[in-house]
């Protein structure tokens, strides 16, 4: 009878053991579950601002570019300023500051000095989000269409360029025009920034 008993006593000890420690990880699984479902939550969500008045929104020409703008010209100008907000993907589109680095490569100056040295970079929260901004003027130079030899030679143009970084990956915004039409639209530019979310 005592082997029995004994026995008995170690099979029930084992089942309680192997119930404590089935227990014990069951919420380790539910929270492992819980943070990817609060984590895909998080990242359902789209880049969105307020237009200013007075732009035109155009057809965008890929599925790379978000949406597109046109913000018209200065008299004596001669085009329009357009503005393009692209998004690759969650882990597209080239780290922040390789983006600026490229969009200033963009804009030669007439004396030959370093871009550089002359464009304006920040660093700002905008309603939660890390925003990198650039704005540089000179003669634009960026390839007429990506990937052709081709380039652009326009001079007295600036350009206003950002990362935007959220939940869903980096945004990017290149806006670039002749100087007065952008000096033009100078609050409107900002204001748009400004007005950046992620819902």
């Given amino acids: 009878m005592k082997p029995s008993i004994l026995c008995t006593g170690m099979l029930i000890a084992g089942l309680l053991t192997s119930l404590a420690c089935g227990t014990k990880g ?16 998080q ?38 300023a357009l503005l393009v907000i692209y998004y690759f993907g969650a882990t597209q589109g080239g780290a922040v500051q390789a983006n600026i680095d490229r969009w200033i490569s963009q804009i030669q100056q007439p004396d030959g000095s370093a871009s550089k040295d002359k464009a304006r970079t920040e660093t700002s929260i905008v309603n939660g989000l890390k925003v990198t ?10 390839e007429m269409a990506p990937g052709t030899p081709s380039q652009r030679n ?10 935007i970084e959220t939940p869903k990956g980096n945004y990017f915004l290149k806006l ?12 409107s530019i900002t204001d748009l920034v400004k007005s950046v979310e992620f819902k």
């Fill in 154 to 163: 326009e001079a007295n143009y600036r350009m206003r360029a950002a990362v």
């Fill in 43 to 80: 990242a359902a969500g789209e880049l969105r601002y307020k237009v200013p008045d007075g732009w035109v929104k155009e057809q965008t020409t890929s599925s790379m570019r978000v949406a597109q703008y046109k913000l018209p010209k200065t008299e004596g100008d001669p085009e329009d």
């Fill in 176 to 187: 670039v025009g002749p100087a007065k039409t952008m000096g033009n639209w100078e609050q």
């Fill in 133 to 142: 901004s650039v704005d540089v003027s000179g003669t634009y130079t960026a």
């Fill in 26 to 41: 069951a919420p380790s699984v539910s929270n492992s579950q819980s943070n990817a479902a609060q984590s895909n939550r």
